[in-house]
């Protein structure tokens, strides 16, 4: 197999960075695996599992991607990627889940203990402050991996923790 490399970027958030970077990548021989990207405030964080080919070293991808235009006075990660590449059980989505409301200091604490007392993965979360006519809703969406014996309840108290803080709740099973 190829070698492996976690890229991570930051930057200012911009039209075709995500285009720029991938076609960068494309351009370099290099298949992307898990990819994640994500606006946060006015910056914008990339994070792929890269593939390389023979002769492509991270040092080298580093400063290819340090020249690509779009990554213009980005924080740039290069590194060797030491996990296996193949998710577990436990990263495979089984249910999504989107809890919203006002904003609570410790939400994400306390709904993610609720996931962990049903033995539940968190594969993804995403969490954004959304405006609206009462001056903001904070919405919470996670993928998560619930052993199939235990989804029933773990969603329930989810969604009873979600109603006893005032907030909506929703899940499907994916």
Not at 60 to 76: N, R, V
């Amino acid at each position: 197999m190829a070698g492996l490399a976690l890229v991570s970027t930051f930057c200012p958030d911009r039209v075709g960075l995500v285009s720029g970077i991938t076609g960068h990548l494309f351009d370099q021989g290099i298949n992307l695996r898990d990819v994640t990207f994500a606006v946060m405030g006015s910056g914008a964080e990339f994070s792929a599992v890269c593939e390389l080919p023979g002769g492509v070293s991270v040092e080298d991808l580093h400063a290819s991607l340090a020249a690509t235009p779009e990554l213009a006075g980005a924080q740039i990660k290069v590194t060797p990627f030491d996990f296996d590449p193949n998710p577990g059980p436990l990263g495979l989505i089984t249910h999504r889940v989107a809890v919203s409301g006002g904003d609570q200091p410790g939400l994400i604490a306390r709904l993610s203990e609720v996931f962990g007392q049903f033995g539940a993965n968190i594969v993804r979360l995403d969490a954004q402050t959304l405006p609206d006519r009462e001056g903001g809703r904070y919405t919470i969406r996670f993928a998560v991996s619930i052993p199939a014996e235990r989804a029933a309840a773990c969603l329930a108290t989810v969604a009873n923790t979600a109603e006893s803080l005032g907030l909506t709740s929703q899940a499907e099973a994916v």
